[in-house]
């Protein structure tokens, strides 16, 4: 493949100082003496031309069409949909960062059921990924601080909202970036590596995929953060897709797509700082594509199952019931508390309706400790697993 004109990740010779905390053992004996690293600069990019293979093109524009259309397919149907896509994007986003949980944990989590760890933090980053869309008008530093903010609320170390000032890096090792496979820019350098990303994403002459691809990566360069740095890349990149018009009602679970070959993935972000941009727009538009076929299978099995239920209901035509049904395919586990809420009735009144879809077998029941009984749709819960299964599924080569 031609390879594209893109300036290199560079790097500057820095020195980090151990912290009392990481010094332990035979080296706490040594004191804290500086260790040297090479830390990134990445280049300004606001103003870069970005010339691409006409293949990768291609593939690009194919993949937005595709997104586009999926979005419009599925406009009318906003209201069941979007919810359940969009906590399909944070769970796929989440087990990149390998963040797995079922879908039924996850719903519980969100309901204040405190039981899995994991459950909790992909039901954040639901929220993040929500924060982004929510921003998407106007893709900026504070919008960016406001996602991470919300993915780690529960998280203080990691201070929420901020910009980090200290070294981060991958690599295998906590305590030190000695080794480490890549050390992100100097923490001062941040604020003003990000106003320059923030440029680049208001540009009107690069296409939108490229542009949203190509964004996420440099924003994986600067690793603004100290933890969340992946899925708050990930949501400023549906932010991205929103803010261009590419997607205008659903959040197209892309990360899902590029969960098929994460492999892949972390290849094209380590191509990407090497000055080959065109690997991450392929990853984007491969996985969007994959994306786009997932989620349709998965609003394939939703349709089916609340058809199945038009035939197993007896309740009379007005009785809430048949209200709770069209509930149950956006929020597949409630609680009286929560679905009261939701249709704007007294509490005491959804649980005849509750009792009656138990009895049809659309619902059942478990009482959580202290929470009181939570009712769940196995049904629309093993649609939503399938699709991650099938988001998880290693693509060959």
Known sequence: MEQSQWPETTYERRAFVPSASTAWGVRAGLGRAPIDYDSAVPPLIAKERVTLPASVVRAAEEATQELT???????????????????????????????????????????????????????????????????????????????????????????????????????????SPAGAEFVAPWHERVPALIDDLVAFAQRTDVSPLPLVAIAHAQFETIHPFTDGNGRTGRALAQSLLRHLGVTRSVAVPVSAGLLADIEGYHRALTAYRDGAPEQIVLAFARGSLRAVANARMLIEDIDAIRESWNDRLSARRNSNAWRILDELVSQPVITAASIADTLGIERTNAYPPLRALVEAGILRSKEEHRLGPFWRSDEILEAIDRFAERAGRRERR
């Open 69 to 175: 259309r999926f979005d419009a397919e599925n406009g009318s149907h906003i209201r069941s949909f979007a919810p359940v896509l969009l906590r399909s994007e944070a769970a796929s986003s989440s087990q990149i960062e390998n963040l797995t949980a079922s879908a039924r944990a996850i719903f519980s989590a969100e309901l204040g059921l405190k039981r899995s760890r994991n459950a909790e933090l992909i039901a954040a980053n639901t929220r993040a990924m929500q924060a982004a869309i929510d921003l998407s008008e106007a893709v900026d530093a504070s919008s960016i601080l406001a996602m991470h903010e919300v993915l780690m609320s529960q998280q203080p170390r990691h201070a929420p909202g901020q910009w980090r000032d200290e070294a981060v890096w991958i690599g295998t090792r906590s305590d």
